[in-house]
């Protein structure tokens, strides 16, 4: 069902709209959570290490697939706050059609140089085999994950959270069960144990994509227009590229970002590839949950704007802040205190080398939670506004910040802690920015229109 953000006290609609997002995001994070887990718990720790150390390049391909569903959620979200619902149409069709053929391009640069960036990123010869293998099948879904994400980017930007959690939540239970079936029952025939994984989570990603596309078109058809509508348009593209090229920038640049400090992690053995392995799935758990809320901050901002109610802007953002930061809360307790149990989900070694490094990740990380979620909302007002330059800097800030004191700080005592320590340098500084540019955002137009 479509519902419309531009009325209501902002922290119902919010509330109401971010709750199916934040369980989507749940369930799709179970996806890679299940595949490490599978790995761990049924193959071996050099196959957890083996799905960990391909997930950091596997998130390369996702920064594209994430800008191409901001970019389109953002534009359509205006255009239907606006009511102009025939540019609205072309606005998804032009989406659909420009996000294949980038879909395209990035598959023959993963199936032709996927071993060449395993290299680079200096992993181990004894799990080179078995990253690349699930890599390979990875791109093979990869328009699976794209096509998936600009279904969900359009329900988000029609106001609708719940059919797109719906069909998560099937499939990530599917994907588990599948998961285990493929690597136990069926092991004769996925005889390297991450085939399994892999080809489990690519037919139910298949699925969940193919019936979001049916409900899509399905929803479009309810929506009434005038005359006939064009299937593509030169000019909503570059709106859509406005904000998705910035996105994809961003988005690319922190997997590149990641892909170094995995390299530099690699250089410290499997044991702690397979303690930051378990880690970085719980944490990326909440960064993509806060990640998910921030977009449906996006939504908010940008229907309305497009209706010109632009005094709700300003409580949406402190609504939203309230809701990530109880959320955080949960989180944060829960990986300071239950950190030795959640990673004993991925590994079955109570004292070696990766629980230790698990551990220690989380209990840096956690007590952050609060700083980095803050900052995912207050992006969230840019993007949906359309400022994406003090996005691009505020993250770009975080990123450089995180990727030159890993460098840095690993080659001294603290070692490998020196990685997980820098995490927490780049989100406060990049938080101050984002704060900043947000609040000189929300004043600007609170001046603008008084006047």
């Excluded at 085939?195 to 596309?213: H, M, P, R």
């Excluded at 949950?289 to 953002?317: C, H, V, W």
């Excluded at 030159?404 to 938080?431: E, Y």
Aim: net charge positive; proline share 2%; charged share 15%.
């Amino acid at each position: 069902m479509n519902k419309d953000l531009t009325v209501g006290k902002p922290s119902t609609v919010l509330f109401r709209f971010c709750l199916p997002l934040f369980g989507s995001i749940i369930f799709q994070q179970l996806y890679n959570i299940a595949d490490s887990f599978v790995a761990g718990k049924f193959v071996g720790e050099d196959a957890l290490a083996s799905v960990g150390n391909s997930y950091e390049i596997t998130l390369f391909f996702i920064a594209f697939a994430f800008g191409c569903n901001i970019g389109c959620s953002v534009i359509v979200s205006n255009l239907f706050g606006a009511k102009r619902y025939n540019d609205l149409k072309t606005a998804v069709y032009t989406a659909l059609i420009a996000s294949g053929i980038l879909c395209g391009v990035l598959m023959a640069v993963g199936i032709f140089f996927g071993k060449d960036l395993l290299h680079i990123i200096n992993t181990p010869e004894n799990i080179i085999a078995d990253s690349k293998l699930y890599l390979d099948i990875y791109i093979l879904g990869l328009p699976f994950v794209f096509y998936y994400n600009i279904a969900t980017g359009i329900f988000s930007a029609l106001g609708d959270s719940k059919t797109p959690f719906c069909f998560l939540m099937c499939s990530s239970l599917s994907n588990i069960g599948m998961d285990i079936l493929f690597t136990t029952s069926l092991r004769s025939i996925f005889t390297r144990g991450v085939d399994g994984v892999a080809w489990a989570t690519f037919l139910c990603q298949g699925v969940s994509c193919i019936l979001a596309l049916l409900f899509v078109f399905k929803r479009l058809r309810k929506i009434k227009t005038e005359g006939k509508v064009k299937k593509f348009s030169w000019i909503l593209l570059g709106k859509i590229s406005e904000i998705a090229i910035p996105s994809i920038l961003q988005q690319t640049f922190v997997s590149v970002g990641n892909i170094i400090i995995q390299g530099i992690i690699n250089t410290f053995g499997s044991g702690v590839i397979a303690g930051y392995s378990a880690a970085i799935k719980l944490n990326n758990l909440v960064i993509t949950s806060f990640m998910t809320i921030g977009n449906g901050m996006s939504n908010y901002t940008a229907q309305n704007l497009g209706a010109e109610k632009f005094d709700r802007i300003y409580p949406g953002f402190k609504a939203g802040v309230r809701l990530v930061v109880a959320l955080g809360s949960v989180f944060s307790l829960a990986y300071l205190f239950l950190g030795k149990y959640l990673i004993l989900i991925f590994i079955n070694d109570t004292e070696g080398i990766a629980m230790q490094t698990g551990i220690r990740i989380l209990k840096i990380l956690a007590p952050f939670y609060f700083v980095v979620s803050t900052k995912l909302i207050a992006d969230g007002i840019l993007r949906g506004a359309e400022k994406m330059n003090r996005f691009m800097f505020a993250t770009f800030t975080d990123l450089v910040l995180r990727v030159v004191l890993a460098f840095i700080l690993s080659n001294t005592a603290l070692g490998a802690t020196g990685i997980w320590t820098a995490w927490p340098m780049g989100w406060s500084v990049s938080t101050v920015l984002s704060l900043i540019f947000c609040f000189r955002y929300c004043k600007e137009i609170k001046t603008k229109h008084l006047l």
